[in-house]
């Protein structure tokens, strides 16, 4: 033992030098700051309610509910602070220690069931982390209402959930009721556009949804958007808090979130406004000028420009028919002010549909002051200006395409040129046929008869001085080449519908599904194919197209008409995307019918 201590006792010593001087308070390194240990993740709880879930006879006159938490917090967004129903103004709040005392400008209404609810309302006041949510329910009268619907609300076009919309329900049937009133219940929907209106009235309803951009719980049609039920809502089912479509999930939880039951869906559109007059008008060039009309479809009996012959005038409107483009056909100098008149059907003070004839002073457009020279002629105002154009990807489907500034007066399609050169470079003279685009009266598609080929060379020509525009001008020349894609990586997906009972639109879109890569309009059993795709996840959306338009209509309201059905092709794994891999034929095969029944 004495040889032990004798050998090891100096180590010992040092050992608890070390141990004093790391352990000790008065010996911490000061140049290194505390951590402050972890960070903070846990959201807030509440602890403490006023008045308590479910209770019956509250006040209704200076009402105030109390949520208490168990830390500081702080009111990220005063809007999600969402009673229902809801008053003529938003609910008020005041921060008072750990609690959020929720007050109201007017009296609640007696004998009715109140749900207030929390949802994406609430943080910690360090951290930020947000209070999952709860719905507070109580009632001025004697009894708590019971029964609840569920469902989401999308967007008409892209079927993508909308966060932030306002369901509303209504005892009062009358179209105009969502117009002049507010709800008798409401709810905001989640980031999955996901709603459950809860603890309502067992009673019949119309339902409509609403993108309430003044907050005000009506419609205001120049503004927001709306979407609503063409039937009658009946709840069938009764209000239990241990459903899963009562649950605050964290909306992250994909599993959880997704397998809440929607009794209903509702797309939201924008309507076209109803009322018809003329909102805009520009001269926009010496024999150009243009004309908006408020509402789509306006019905125009005549138009005419003071000192004009009427068969100088060349006319055009676009495909809703909401503005129409006019040019004067004569070459000669115009008057700096073109006394344009249109006799249309325009909504009266009744607002019922009248004749009317409307005069429009159209004024030339001011030049640019300063002194002119040759640098200031741009090239339209000597020559028929023209893009020529043709994409690699998309040449096989709608060819090329040629686009004039003005309308032409003389034209000669025949003395184009298609010409192409073999891999060997060895060249030929192929065949076309030309066909004015249905919708734009300047833009001509040139389709090749031959079929094109990979590795050829194509090219389009247009020779100098054979079109001639309204304004007098000829054309220079141009030539446009274009070939196939060639990167071996590229795939092709072979699109084959089946039971096409009506005319279809046909979308492939990319995979965030804002952007339409090709399209198709059919009315029958086709192959359709889609080429030169890169790796990646695309979307095939599929639009029922009832009145064979050929565009996607929205909804109107007051008509009781749904905007065009819209469908995403969904694959066996519940999901939208398909996944196209390089150097892929993909065949996929839909039954159209079966999307629609």
Known sequence: MKIFLKKYLPLLSVITIIAVLVFSPSCANTTTPPT???????PPVITEIYPTLGQVNVPTHKTQLKIEFNEYVVVKDPKSLYLSPPLEKAAKFKIKGKSVVVYFESDLDSNKTYTLDLTNAIGDNNEGNMFPGFTLVFSTGDVIDSMMVTGIVQDCNSLKPLKGATVMLYKDHADSAVFLKRPDAAVKTDEWGFFAL???KDTVYRMYALIDENNNNKYDPETEKIAFIDSLVV???VVNDTLPELQKYDMKDTVHCLARNTEYELNIFKEKPSKQMIVNKERVGERTAYITFMAPYAQVDSIWIKGVPTDRLITQFNIVQDSLE????DPKPQPDTLFLNVKYLKTDTLGMLNSFTEE???LKPKKATGKSSTRDIKKEDTTAVFKLEAKPETVEQYGFTIEFTYPLVESAFDSLTFRYLNPRQQESIGTYKVVQDSLNLRKYVVTPNEKLQPGYEYFLKVPHRKFRDINGFYNDSSEVKVVLPNDDKLSTMILTLTNVDNKYIIDLLNEKRDKVLRSY???DDQSLPFPYLKAGKYSIRITEDLNRNGIVDTGILLEHRQPEKVRFYKLQDGTF?????????????IDV????K
Not at 36 to 42: A, N, R, S, V
Not at 577 to 589: A, G, S
Not at 593 to 596: D, H, N, Q, R, V
């Open 36 to 42: 402050g240990g972890p960070k903070d993740t846990i």
């Open 235 to 237: 709840p069938v089912v």
């Open 593 to 596: 019918a079966e999307m629609f």
């Open 360 to 362: 429009i002073p159209l």
């Open 521 to 523: 309009i059919i009315d």
């Open 198 to 200: 809860r603890n309502i």
């Open 577 to 589: 995307l398909i996944d196209i891999p390089e150097m892929m034929e993909i065949e996929q095969t």
């Open 326 to 329: 006019i040019w004067v056909n």
